[in-house]
């Protein structure tokens, strides 16, 4: 066999059976068993051009797929406790505002440090481990809530129940499944999604990746509550937790199963330096990271998650306290995760036709606008209720498409000029600091506990993204956001 030739005749089996995926046949396929192929070549060198297109195809199908369901039970497990916790303690943000908090401030505290630990550790090693870990952790708080019960399944929950030990356990394990969420959402937006599109040769656009997503999240965000709430209106609320357990018990093969699959894929996934013996230069790096003019954008995104206005656990609980009801709050989601769907197909349309900076200013100012409307819901009178809920709702609605397309963009603007050996800890520090802003709206909540002085908070989140939007305004005038002056420093590590 000629040494400078692959036989694809495996692989081109793989690719073209319709439905079916075999990562140990990739596996046996890229082993030099006969040959002498260099696993780091770029793909282009091993595979035809017809079977380049087949790969990008099979993978980012594969990717997407992966990603799905770690969403899926994210967004289920967050909207059932959301449920159970306002149906518990009907008639105080407080319990659902320290969960929130607590959550946040792991967040916080983890940001950082899982994106090092990204930047640093095996590709497959970190992603398995943060699919295992979140299973096992919604699962626990599944059981949890049922034990807070008794695991009795009547229709009606008895409302005043105390903040005892059970629901501090809950707290605790809420906010470990928020680190392990962290982990697929920094590897796999931040870190494979660019690896990935980079490895492909222009097969797969980083913006199409981006879009496909955050799509999935947003898919999964629609309908996860729909199903639960669904569950929860037609038998209870309980059996709901025990729909939430079975799928994520259930999606752990399945998620593992896709992972596996890409990362035999792309051997550009395995090439990763795991060397910690640079650490002074790594500071004096990310030292020089931070002063980048595209940072600002970081501080713009962040600031908008000092917001309230949002269907969330704690709006969820003021909608409940003016008699909301369940079934409406889901369709409302839905149509607010509709809208935000909108976004992924409207981001390269845009960005084609007035660029990638002018796409997130149109984005982050009609959010502003619509956040205004919202605002203004809190001004009409006691006996137009109904209306001003409505208003409330649909400003929340109409302004997804802003917020998920803007947040698209500043995370490709972050993609573009960070370097991948250190995207992972500077999407951390961002997390982090969106935490930040996302524990002060909750510590809003723990002030105003009422639901009657909800507006307050509103208002305060109002101004919030008000700030974003002259923040990142000023980063389009400034006409700045090249990474260039980094090359001094990092030579070829860029």
């Known amino acids: 066999m000629d040494k400078t030739t692959v036989d694809t005749s495996t692989y081109d089996q793989l690719v073209t059976e319709k439905g079916r995926e075999h990562p140990v046949a990739v596996e046996r396929f890229q082993e030099p068993v006969e040959t002498n192929v260099d696993q780091n070549q770029p793909l282009q060198d091993q595979l035809t051009n017809s079977n380049e297109e087949k790969l990008a195809a099979k993978a980012e199908k594969a990717m997407v797929q992966s990603y799905f369901f770690t969403m899926w039970n994210a967004r289920a497990d967050s909207w059932a406790i959301s449920l159970f916790l306002s149906l518990l303690f009907p008639d ?16 916080l505290i983890f940001g950082p440090v899982i994106g090092w ?30 034990l807070r019960l008794g695991f009795t399944f009547d229709d009606q929950i008895p409302p ?18 928020q680190v392990a969420n962290l982990i697929s959402r920094i590897a796999i937006e931040r870190d494979w999604s660019k690896c990935v599109a980079e490895a492909s040769h ?8 981006n879009s496909r997503l955050r799509f999935i999240d947003l898919v999964a965000d629609l309908a996860a509550p729909v199903v639960i709430s669904a ?30 699959f890409i990362y035999a894929l792309f051997p550009a996934l395995a090439q990763k330096s795991i060397s910690t013996s640079q650490t002074k230069l790594e500071i004096q790096i990310l030292t020089k990271l931070w002063k980048l003019p595209v940072i600002t954008t970081c501080f713009s995104v962040s600031v908008l998650y000092l917001s309230v206005m949002t269907i969330n656990t704690v709006s969820i609980s003021y909608l409940l306290f003016k008699n909301t009801d369940i079934m409406a709050i889901s369709v409302a989601r839905g149509i607010s995760v509709l809208s935000g769907i909108l976004s992924t197909y409207s981001l390269e349309k845009m960005i084609h036709r007035i ?6 200013l149109v984005a982050i100012w009609y959010q502003c606008f619509c956040i205004g409307l919202v605002a203004l819901s809190f001004y009409l009178p006691q006996s137009s209720a109904t209306a001003s809920i409505a208003m409330f709702l649909v400003g929340i609605c109409l302004s997804r498409w802003g917020l998920w397309t803007f947040d698209l963009v500043q995370q490709q603007l972050l993609q573009e000029n960070v370097p991948q050996a250190y ?16 524990m002060t709206a909750y510590a809003l909540t723990i002030i105003w506990t009422s639901p009657t002085d909800f507006w307050i908070p509103s208002h305060i989140s ?27 420093l990092l030579g070829d590590s860029i």
Request: a neutral charge.
């Open 202 to 209: 222009g097969q797969i656009l980083l913006a199409r990746l």
């Open 160 to 177: 005043h129940l105390t903040l005892d030990w059970h629901f501090y356990v809950l707290v605790l394990n809420g906010s470990m499944l």
């Open 117 to 146: 630990i990204v930047d640093h550790s095996s590709r497959l090693h970190t992603v398995s481990f943060g699919i295992i870990t979140q299973k096992i952790l919604i699962c626990s708080s599944a059981f949890l809530l049922l």
């Open 355 to 360: 660029g990638l900076k002018s796409t997130g």
């Open 231 to 260: 569950v929860a209106s037609f038998l209870n609320i309980q059996w709901g937790m025990i729909f939430v357990l079975g799928v994520s018990a259930l999606s752990i093969p399945l998620e593992w199963t896709k992972i596996r």
């Open 92 to 107: 105080t943000l407080l319990p659902i505002s320290i969960y929130s908090f607590a959550c946040s401030i792991s967040c």
């Open 423 to 438: 995207l992972g800890i500077v999407s951390g520090a961002e997390i982090s600091l969106q935490n930040v802003f996302q």
């Open 462 to 488: 109002a101004m919030a993204v008000l700030t974003a939007a002259l923040l990142y305004s000023y980063y389009v005038i400034s006409d700045s956001g090249s990474n260039s002056e980094m090359d001094p």
